[in-house]
Structures are given as structure tokens and as C-alpha cells.
């Protein structure tokens, strides 16, 4: 693709494995551009891997009029979920009303309503939550998600685990995804389109002339360094993309990133549907409690301030009371710290617009070029994995003019590896599994169709007994399906593995863990590191 007359290792390389980073990967792969992507640690093990989990046009940020945003991510709900109907699905949620609720709101539509009608003040009146609900079901157009309902709590299954007084709530849709498989599957499918994938690989330092950059790479498990030239650099560092730019390339940028930590804790499960609430709290914003791995309830999230991106993000003793007592304020059962089966944290990286609050930082995203001194580079600031997608036609689009001869968009409508099936066909597909593959339980055929989708055909190939699928780790984890996953989808730990590739580590003891650790360093030279 690249047309100078200096013969180029890449026209991309792309710093970060996160979803923004592979999305860019394999958009750019797509379209015959010569593609590296190089992540220090393990694909997603930065924010990708720490979010909430859902698709969603971001019911509050309606409060900050940012309808722009809003209408663009409700839009992309439905597109992503028919990419990937295995990792991706429709879940409703559950918004009891809280009559008695006031706090200091100082949203620009709580502002406009204490101006309107003074004697609102501190208060989210249900008609406003409803109008909301309105603008979101009406914002994006839907064809395959339900509209707004409304629901008495009292004698309704939704209604059980919560207190008496909460009567009324309403109903909504947005959708779950698996965000650290989301972003292992767009590298996989980058790779299959072309792109090279280097993980536990560092961007170490990079150099810049007139018509190319000369990049070093370091891989941090062999300490061994590369040099590659490559047209134009993307950074998509995420949480690092600042310190990408001082203290790698050497560069400084007027733009601000902020550092917003967000933790969830997890616990058993306390209500058995398979829906989700959100809740509204006395400081004015919201957490979620969500039906998670069959057996657990996902409760997030924060916003406290981050001080440093090299500094591991994890969820203080603050943020687990604040969590406990948010959720104990609803739940009829009272949650303890003893109830905590793991936690988990991640760091947003918004794009620093002056916002007063963590809280009301804007969610969305800003691209930057910047060819000033030579070749070109793309700076990517902020972003949901919502918008991954488009955040990476826009990174595409943008760099056209280096690419002319680059085909037009062609993400949207095509199917990420393993979920080329219609989105209404889990249940068809685990029939299927099931048929071929007798030896499975439901469980363990569903968790497979959950991760892989068709692929999990694939893993399991010609075994005809339990016997054929190699060592058993626990959990349902095979020797089949670990070979798999380091030959395909670039694990190299047990923690990849257990933490990000699935969530077995939830299930899984000390010893299961360490005889998979023992296997993975015994099979490692066998997979390309
Ligand atoms: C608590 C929380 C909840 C969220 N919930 C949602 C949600 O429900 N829905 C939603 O749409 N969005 C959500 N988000 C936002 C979303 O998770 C992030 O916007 C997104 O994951 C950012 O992706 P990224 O690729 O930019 O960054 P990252 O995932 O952090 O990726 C950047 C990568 O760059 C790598 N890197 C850095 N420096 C180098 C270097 N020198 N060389 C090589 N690699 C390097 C890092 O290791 C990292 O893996 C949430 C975020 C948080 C924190």
C-alpha cells in the first residue's frame, strides 16, 4: 500500500493492545495495509479487560446533553452485536424508582429542571426518567432491542431481591459483552487479515524522519529487541498514551489526559433472572448490578481520580464500602465484605475536556495527527468499547490522505471470528455442540459457544470422548482448548488464560492453577512468542 521508495516493514504500527489498538488492527488489515501491533503485556490486560461490560449508548450521559454521543453509541450497539452474537448479548435492566432520593445535582439537565420548577431541587423526577428512556429508545433506532417498559415491583420476580419500599422501576435495554474477548477476537481476526501481533512486547523508543518511523521494539519476556520502519505510528496507549508520547517518542502534546479509576467487585450470586438494575445513588450517579458467569453478581463502578497510568489500578477499601453500601441501600439481603469473591479495576482514559468531576468527564473520544516534524502519527484520546468500531473508521478515515489508494469502510455487517450466526442462535448453536460432541455437559457446551461460538467446533475437532481433549486443568479447561488458546489467541500465561481468554480463575484452586502454569511453560516454545 505505501508508495515511497524506501522498502518499509509496515505502513501501521499501532502501540497498545487494548480494544482501540486491535479494532484498528484489523480495520487497517481489512484493507491491505501492511499492520504490527505491539502490546507489552497480555492483549486487553489494561482497561479493556476492566470495564463494565456493556454495550450502551450511556443512559446518563443524556443528563449532560451529550446527545451526540449518546445517539452514536446506541446506534452501534445493534451493528456489534450481529459481530458477535457468541461474546455479545441483549440484556434488559431494571431502574427501580427511588422517591425519596435528593442529592446535589449539577448535571446541565438537573440545572435547566431547578430553574424551570425551583421546587424540584435535588430531585431526578421519575417523568424525567422516563423522557430519558424516551430519547434513549428513539436516539439511535432499534430493530432488534426492546423499548422502555414500565414494571410494579411488588410480586414481580425483578421486585424480590429488592426492598419493600422500592414499588415502581422501569425497564430498559442495552446489551453485555465479554470486553477482553471482544478485544482477543479483533486481534485474531487482524492476524488472519495480515497483521502481525506482538504481545509482552514493548514499544521502547521510536525515531522519526521525513518519510518513515524507525521503531524499537522490546520483548520483555526474551529481552530481546527489534528495529522496524513503518510509514506511521499509531498510539493507542489508552491510560498510557501521554507517557507514550513524552517518554518514548519524546514528544509533547498540549492535550491532557484524565485518570479515572472505575472498580467493580464481584460476589455470589443474589438473585437468580437474568437481569440487571441500575441504581441511583445519593451523590447522583449510578452503579449496576449484573448477572455475571452463571454463578456471580457484578457490582460497579467508581470514579476516583487516578494518579499515574504505571500505577496497578486496584479497588480500595473506600471504593468496596462505598460499592457495598450503594447496593445495600436497594438489595434486601445485605452484602459484606465476606460476600467479595474478587474485585477488579481498571483506568479510563478520557480525554481531558475541563470537566469539574470525574464523574462528568466527557466519555467520548478525539484523534489527533500530528506531522509536523516528519512522518505522520495518530494519537487516539479516550473512547468506550462501544464505540471501538467506529472509533477505528474514524482513525482509518483520518489517515487516508497517507493511504489513498485504500479501500472504503467494511467493518460493519461482518462477523468477528466465531460469530457468524444470527443473533437470536446461542441456544441452536449449543443444540448443535451438544450433538456433535455428547460427552459435554449443558454448562460446559454453553460456556463454550459463549467464548468461541463456532469456533469451539473447531477446538474441539475430532474428539469423540472426554479422553480425547488431552490433560484436564479443572473447570472444564482441557489441554485442547489451552493449546488453542495459545496457538490462536495469544495466551502466554495462566493468567491470560484464567483472567482475560475466560474467567475460570473463579473457579479454579491454587493447585489447578499452578499444574496450568507448569503445562503452559512446558508447551511454550512450541507456540511463536
Ligand atoms: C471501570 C470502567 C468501566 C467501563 N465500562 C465501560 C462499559 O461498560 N462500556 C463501554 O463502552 N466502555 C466502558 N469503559 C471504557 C473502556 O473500557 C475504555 O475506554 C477502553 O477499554 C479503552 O481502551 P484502550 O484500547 O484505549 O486502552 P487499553 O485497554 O488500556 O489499552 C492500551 C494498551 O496499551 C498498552 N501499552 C501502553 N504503553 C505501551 C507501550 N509503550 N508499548 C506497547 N504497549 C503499550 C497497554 O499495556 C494497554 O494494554 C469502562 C472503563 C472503565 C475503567
Not at 480494544?19 to 490486560?45: C, H, P
Not at 471482544?182 to 512486547?201: P, Y
Not at 442462535?425 to 460446559?444: A, E, G, K, M
Not at 482475560?500 to 499452578?514: F, H, P
Request: glycine share 8%; charged share 20%; proline share 3%.
Amino acid at each position: 500500500m505505501s508508495d515511497q521508495r524506501v522498502k518499509l516493514d509496515y505502513d501501521l504500527l499501532i502501540i497498545g493492545g487494548g480494544i482501540n489498538g486491535t479494532g484498528i488492527a484489523r480495520d487497517a488489515a481489512g484493507r491491505g495495509l501492511k499492520v504490527a501491533l505491539a502490546e507489552m503485556n497480555d492483549l486487553g490486560e489494561g482497561t479493556s479487560s476492566a470495564s463494565t461490560k456493556l454495550f450502551h449508548g450511556g443512559l446518563r450521559y443524556l443528563e449532560y446533553f451529550n446527545f451526540k454521543l449518546v445517539r452514536h453509541a446506541l446506534k452501534e450497539r445493534e451493528t456489534l452485536l450481529q459481530a458477535m452474537p457468541h461474546i455479545s448479548w441483549p440484556m434488559r435492566f431494571i431502574l427501580p424508582l427511588n422517591t425519596e432520593m435528593r442529592f446535589e445535582n449539577t448535571t446541565p439537565a438537573s440545572r435547566l429542571i431547578n430553574f424551570i420548577f425551583p421546587w424540584m431541587k435535588g430531585r431526578r423526577p421519575a417523568w424525567m426518567i422516563r423522557f430519558g428512556l424516551f430519547l434513549y429508545d428513539h436516539l439511535g433506532g432499534r430493530k432488534f432491542l426492546a423499548g422502555t417498559t414500565s414494571l410494579i415491583l411488588n410480586d414481580s420476580p425483578e421486585g424480590a431481591p429488592l426492598q419493600e419500599k422500592y414499588k415502581k422501576a422501569y425497564e430498559y435495554s442495552d446489551c453485555w459483552v465479554d470486553d477482553s474477548r471482544l478485544v482477543v477476537i479483533n486481534a485474531r481476526d487482524a492476524k488472519i487479515r495480515g497483521a502481525d501481533i506482538f504481545v509482552r512486547t514493548k514499544v521502547t523508543a521510536a525515531t522519526q524522519t521525513k518519510s518513515h518511523w524507525k521503531v524499537t521494539l522490546q520483548n520483555l519476556r526474551e529481552n530481546t529487541t527489534q528495529v522496524f520502519s513503518t510509514k506511521m505510528l499509531i498510539n493507542a496507549a489508552g491510560p498510557w498514551v501521554s507517557n507514550v508520547l513524552a517518554d518514548t517518542l519524546l514528544k509533547h502534546s498540549g492535550t491532557q489526559i484524565r485518570l479515572v479509576r472505575g472498580s467493580h467487585l464481584v460476589i455470589k450470586k443474589l438473585y437468580d433472572h437474568q437481569k440487571s438494575y441500575v441504581f441511583q445513588g445519593n451523590d447522583g450517579r449510578i452503579i449496576f448490578a449484573i448477572p455475571y458467569e452463571t454463578d456471580f453478581t457484578l457490582i460497579g463502578t467508581t470514579d476516583v481520580e487516578h494518579e499515574n497510568s504505571n500505577l496497578i489500578p486496584e479497588c480500595s477499601t473506600e471504593e468496596q464500602d462505598y460499592l457495598i453500601s450503594f447496593a445495600n441501600s436497594y438489595f434486601k439481603k445485605a452484602i459484606t465484605k465476606a460476600d467479595i469473591v474478587w474485585t477488579y479495576s481498571g483506568v479510563r482514559p478520557l480525554y481531558d475536556d475541563g470537566a469539574s468531576s470525574a464523574t462528568s468527564a466527557s466519555r467520548d473520544y478525539v484523534l489527533k495527527i500530528d506531522t509536523i516534524e516528519g512522518a505522520p502519527i495518530l494519537n487516539v484520546y479516550g473512547g468506550k468499547i462501544t464505540t471501538y468500531r467506529c472509533l477505528a473508521e474514524d482513525v482509518l478515515k483520518a489517515i487516508t490522505p497517507f493511504f489513498p489508494n485504500m479501500p472504503n469502510h467494511w467493518t460493519a455487517g461482518v462477523a468477528l471470528p466465531g460469530g457468524d450466526f444470527g443473533i437470536n442462535d446461542v441456544p441452536c448453536q449449543i443444540t448443535n455442540l451438544l450433538s456433535v460432541y455428547s460427552f459435554l455437559s449443558q454448562r460446559w457446551a454453553t460456556r463454550l459457544i459463549k467464548a468461541y461460538g463456532t469456533d469451539a467446533f473447531n477446538i474441539l475437532a475430532n474428539a469423540i470422548s472426554k479422553d480425547d481433549l488431552g490433560q484436564d486443568f479443572g473447570a472444564t479447561l482441557t489441554e485442547k482448548e489451552v493449546r488453542w488458546l495459545m496457538g490462536y489467541e495469544f495466551a502466554r500465561s495462566a493468567e491470560d488464560i484464567l483472567w482475560r481468554r475466560s474467567k475460570l480463575g473463579l473457579w479454579m484452586t491454587e493447585n489447578q492453577v499452578q499444574n496450568l502454569e507448569d503445562f503452559i511453560s512446558q508447551k511454550q516454545k512450541e507456540f511463536s512468542i
